[in-house]
């Protein structure tokens, strides 16, 4: 299935129904009086997060989500029916946003979680609440209220406690792989990921979290180039960042401690919040580096690094054999375990101008550097 993980929709919550203004004709009783009914309610659009929901796809081609309208009332006094609810269900993770005020309505986090969209117009009452002693044959009624409708847009920001970052080809889904059972596509060529990725890491029996894996960033990603920053919404929600780092790059004019500070630069442009999350630094493919150069080639990376990554934890690991991996979960979940939640991303996305909102269709050693 197609991973979407933007959409615009319009809801529109059901109108109420209308009142009636209608007299008993009883044979016996031939002036009986106002029996109009009331209409009844309109139907309301609800949305739940459902776990069970991956992706926005359904939204993305269905526009508008309609809520029943309420029935009219009827003689003999009776009520209109109440117009049916619309459910909307979305993936767990989903920010709801109003396009026209910019107003976050839902940050469905929870599975579970149901939030009220558009409420149901109020219906119409008939001529039995007009009668009096003094208007004995009211003939007033009133018509049902219209449903509430909005203009809304989707984003999908998916659910983890750890977040991959790097440049093409450092080896994120490979690191995903050794470390969870996720099987993400994995080439000796860039962008080989296309999709965010969700893995589950268990350290133990009863312990466990979740990486979420992203397309790679290069220089310019912030002004659209390659896949440019549109999937880092989905690191939102993480507690700590691992920055892979391509050791034994193929290109030989490729500098690792250069590309460090390029990724540091584009995450800055896109959100200095997240920029400013506890990262680590991973050295991955060691293993393509001789081992009488490796001490060597790490050295010097530390000393380049050192203004732009002073501080931040580092580890070596070879992602394809696994060397160092089992030894970083374990202290990653000891991380996991001080760190506090995530900030809510609702502020970010209430910040997006309409206009530049994406719509295809409209548009193992710790050390301290």
Not at 173 to 188: E, G, I, Q, Y
Request: hydrophobic share 35%; charged share 30%; net charge neutral.
């Amino acid at each position: 299935m197609k991973f979407i993980d933007e959409a615009r929709i319009l809801v529109a919550a059901g109108d109420g129904g209308n009142g009636i203004a209608s007299f008993r004709r009883d044979k016996y009783e031939p002036e009986g009086g106002p029996d109009g009914g009331d209409g009844g309610n309109g139907g309301s659009v609800h949305v739940v997060a459902d776990r069970n929901v991956n992706t926005l796809i359904e939204y993305r081609y269905a526009r508008r989500h309609r809520a029943q309208r309420g029935q009219n009332g009827g003689s003999s006094d009776c009520y209109g029916k109440r117009g049916s609810d619309l459910m909307l269900r979305v993936p767990v993770g989903t920010t709801i946003a109003d396009v026209n005020s910019q107003e976050i309505v839902a940050d469905l986090d929870v599975d579970g979680k149901t939030v009220l969209l558009a409420k149901g117009g109020r219906g119409g009452l008939g001529n039995i609440h007009f009668k009096s002693s003094i208007n004995r044959t009211p003939r007033q009624c009133t018509r049902g209220e219209e449903g509430e409708q909005r203009e809304l847009r989707l984003e999908l920001r998916l659910l983890a406690d750890v977040g991959l970052l790097g440049l093409p080809n450092a080896g994120k889904s490979t690191f995903l792989r050794a470390v969870s059972a996720a099987r993400p596509k994995v080439a000796d060529y860039p962008f080989t990921t296309l999709q965010p990725h969700l893995g589950v890491v268990r350290v133990d029996h009863d312990r466990s979290f979740v990486i979420a894996d992203i397309p790679g960033l290069i220089d310019g990603a912030a002004e659209g180039a390659g896949l440019g920053i549109r999937f880092l919404k989905h690191l939102a929600r993480t507690r700590l960042l691992l920055h892979i780092v391509d050791m034994a790059p193929p290109d030989p004019d490729a500098d690792p401690a250069r590309d460090v500070e390029t990724l540091v630069h584009e995450l800055e442009k896109y959100d200095p919040e997240l920029a400013a999350r506890p990262r680590w630094l991973i050295l991955n493919k060691l293993d393509l580096i001789p081992e009488d150069e490796r001490e060597q080639r790490v050295a010097d990376f530390r000393r380049a690094c050192r203004a732009s990554a002073k501080g931040i934890p580092c580890f070596r690991i070879s992602a394809i054999s696994g060397d160092g991996c089992r030894q970083l979960t374990r202290k990653l979940q000891e991380a996991l375990q001080q760190l506090p939640a995530a900030p809510s991303p609702v502020a970010t996305i209430a910040a997006t101008p309409a206009d530049a909102f994406r719509d295809d269709l409209f548009a193992d050693h710790e050390q301290k550097l």
